[in-house]
């Protein structure tokens, strides 16, 4: 099975000189997305600022782009992204850009071009609601937040 798709990217004025999103590795998910601010952007701790990516991009109908958290980012300084994972819908076609929040206990400053999210592209399905008087039983039921224990 062919798993490869064409997605169309259009760089934005204030990002020309950053890469284009591409995977680091021949096995990876996500394609790194990048920092086009155009100075130093300083985040304090529990702060949270809207971080361009320097890109705009056409999805094919079908799929949708997700953004997720750098793991090196969240685990060496405590920043991530507020909204996670953000979805980028088919259909949209504005500049992509990033909520980054500090939870780290320092203040973290943001450089140009730094690599801060990944892009996941996943197909996605349309679900149609049809509304019912009742849902078929199952063995769980309505058991829910931490029904089946701790372990």
């Known amino acids: 099975m062919n798993t490869n798709i064409k997605v169309l990217v259009k760089r934005m004025a204030h990002g020309q000189d950053l890469p284009v999103p591409g995977y680091m590795s021949e096995q990876a998910a996500g394609m790194d997305l990048y920092a086009a601010i155009t100075d130093d952007l300083l985040l304090q701790p529990g702060e949270f600022k ?11 109908p079908g799929f949708e782009g997700q953004i997720r958290p750098r793991s090196g980012l969240a685990i060496k300084y405590g920043v ?3 909204n996670t994972p953000g979805t980028i819908d088919a259909d949209y ?13 320092n203040e973290y400053r943001l450089k140009r071009g730094e690599r801060v ?35």
């Not at 076609?93 to 206990?105: H, P, S, Y």
């Open 80 to 82: 991530t992204l507020l």
């Open 117 to 151: 999210a990944q892009l996941i592209i996943q197909a996605v399905g349309r679900a149609f609601m049809e509304e019912v008087d009742d849902l078929p039983q199952t063995f769980r039921g309505e058991g829910g937040f931490g029904h089946t224990g701790r372990f």
């Open 50 to 60: 809207l971080v361009p990516a320097g890109i705009a991009m056409a999805l094919p």
């Open 93 to 105: 076609r504005g500049e992509i850009k990033l909520i980054l929040i500090n939870l780290g206990k």
